[in-house]
C-alpha cells in the first residue's frame, strides 16, 4: 500500500471540490499502482491526522508494508 498526501488545485481543477482541498490517495502497488480511494479535507490538520492514523493502522493493526511519499 502506499499512502499519498494530495492538494486538490495541484491537479487544475475548474471548481474548488465543495472546499475540500486537502486529500488522502491510497494506492496498490500490488496491483500496479492501482488507486484504491481517494478521501478529501477541508482543512490540512484534519488531513495530516488521518494520515498519521492511517499509517499507525496499516503498521500495527494489519501489518502491512506502507510506502509513504509525502512529495506529493
Partial sequence: MKLNKVY???HKPTDNNEGLHYGLEIWDDELE???VDIFWYKSEEKR???FRQAIDWFDCE???FL???TTK
Fill in 8 to 10: 486538490w488545485y495541484d
Fill in 48 to 50: 495530516d491526522k488521518e
Fill in 33 to 35: 499502482d492501482y488507486l
Fill in 67 to 69: 510506502t509513504l511519499d
Fill in 62 to 64: 494489519d501489518k502491512v
